[in-house]
């Protein structure tokens, strides 16, 4: 009885198993979309090269990296959504690049608060 039920209900069995697999295909792609970080990457070298090159300055570097750093963030956290795994750490950007400078700038010898953890 189950093959002549399937010949019997194949005209509704076939399009409904077709548009299955359809969006099957449909949501491996979204899914390698959403969790590919190789964009995010090639546009930070980019990004580095354009700056080397004197084609932008600091600050549109500074605000460009933090974006595409959030982007990073987005990858991490839908790989994690999706249960892939995820190599490195964490990835953080300082709030502002004012932050950043100050750091820099406590490079005196006597400031111990500018050291860091490898340095002592």
Not at 43 to 58: A, N, P, V
């Amino acid at each position: 009885m189950g093959l002549l039920s399937n010949l019997l209900f194949f005209p509704i069995t076939a399009p409904v198993a077709g548009i299955r697999w359809s969006l099957g295909q449909v949501q491996n792609v979204v899914q390698k979309e959403l969790t590919s970080d190789e964009p995010v990457k090639e546009e930070l070298m980019e990004l580095q090269m354009r700056l080397e090159l004197g084609e932008i300055d600091d600050d549109e570097y500074v605000e460009r990296e933090t974006a595409l750093m959030q982007r990073f963030r987005e990858v991490r956290e839908w790989r994690e959504r999706f249960g892939m795994g995820n190599s490195g750490g964490p990835v953080r950007v300082a709030p502002d690049a004012r932050h950043v400078a100050e750091f820099m700038d406590r490079d005196e010898p006597g400031d111990t608060d500018a050291r860091t953890p490898h340095d002592t």
